[in-house]
């Protein structure tokens, strides 16, 4: 047998400091106590957030940072994109030289590597949490990227610990990744709100478009979506936009959001652009 | 008991002439005939296409609109939506006077009511049909649209038949419900489709956006797109927005849809337009 299971031949990541108590915090803090991963501290801003996570983890809380212990192999920040480099630059001095720094952005850059300071890395779950929702890890791609190759390999044996689907990528690839997931997250989430309000300014249930965004989704995981383009832009059929666009003429933004699209579909099928 | 059963008081839709032998027409179709309702002819400009769905359904092809017969209850026109006007001018004055004549688009209005010919409705399935994909009927709401009472009792009766979700709205509420749908399915769609793209182009694996995607199409079972809106926009990052712009900068197209939303996301979280 020539398999080599690579968590046998180097140490492996333990135990874990979590810095945040958000959405990620959580449901990442949860899966890996699942999987009899020691949680040694739950680091929040708020004292009171901090411990709420740590009582289901075990673990101890703190506000402070400078009390996150020493013993962790993994220090994973798991906080807002805009307040990683702070928190970074807080912390980066005070841990352990062996220990690994991660975050789990999928637009921040790597985190930079500082002398005396552990190696650093990134644990992105391609996915949007929400406390309040369960969701089963093991079917969400981790995206990991770190320089050092022992770093990289520590934090894919982590991750295949929570999920059947790891990637080692770049910083410019997940960046480019996390681009094509506000398209099909926030953007897409953003034009269901619209047609919501749509139909609720106008005193119809949204609940009747329910299955229709059902199917969607559910078409898609068996054809992509450029093979199943529907809709007015996509037969270029001119005089039924004009009639949507007339009941958008109060709103402006959803009117140029509706045209924009119209033409990017058109531009797409028909070659060219067009009112 | 106070409850009559309409099917009891009025006669009911027992035989169908298909106009169309596409999409819509092969899953209305074959909903009918499982539901022992006759169908009694298939018209198709192409008769070959006729000829594959009224095989199915038991039925008598044709590709001449003076040969559907007399004998119909309702003559129902799933064409496309620009087509829809010629041939109910071809066929409006060769069907019984006691027939209903229906089309099944959103976005048209309905029918001019002609003196002599039979009186007319809409039987509208909000949702997006492909012959090649099964599709569960019963969840599909109808929207029924008639001036005559009678006609709308006897569409309704019919599509109860077909589905648990039927309801009789107005041709500006249907319109408009259908313009809620553009934004819910074929502009979501799109931006798949644009998600797509951006990942195949820089030889990323779109499957890895494939959980988002569910969870994004799941969650709004639940909860209100309004309530889960999130990405860089919804918390004004800009410094990722920009990033974001620098990867689509050889794409004019999509860096205005990219604007565009992200303005619109701002524009209704932080009560402005931001760039």
Known sequence: MLFIDLSNIM?????????????????????????????????SRTLENARQLSTKLDAYPTDNPDLLG????????????????TIYERIVNKIPAS?????????????PIVEKAGSTGVFYPLQS?????????????????????ETADKLMVLAKKLSAKTVLISDQERLTLH??????????????????QIAENNELDFDLLLPLIEETLTRIRHTKPSLVQTGPAS?????????????????????A?????SQSIMGQYFGRESE
């Open 257 to 261: 959001v509706y045209s924009l699209l």
């Open 70 to 85: 020493k013993h962790s192999d993994l220090y994973l920040i798991c906080v807002s994109d805009q307040a990683i480099p």
């Open 179 to 196: 681009l094509a997931a506000v398209f099909a997250n926030n953007f897409t989430n953003h034009l269901l709100n619209i047609a919501e």
């Open 11 to 43: 140490s492996e990541i333990k135990r874990i400091c979590l810095i945040g108590s958000g959405n990620v915090a959580t449901h990442l803090g949860q899966a890996f106590f699942r999987n009899d991963i020691r949680i040694d501290c739950v680091y």
């Open 235 to 255: 037969r270029n059929d001119l005089v039924i936009i004009q009639k949507h666009l007339e009941i958008l003429k109060n709103n402006p933004t959803w009117s």
């Open 129 to 149: 949490f929400n406390k309040e929702r369960e969701l089963n890890l093991e079917t969400v791609p981790f995206l990991i990227t770190a320089q050092k190759k």
């Open 99 to 111: 220990a690994i720094i991660a975050h789990t952005s999928g637009a921040v850059p790597s985190l």
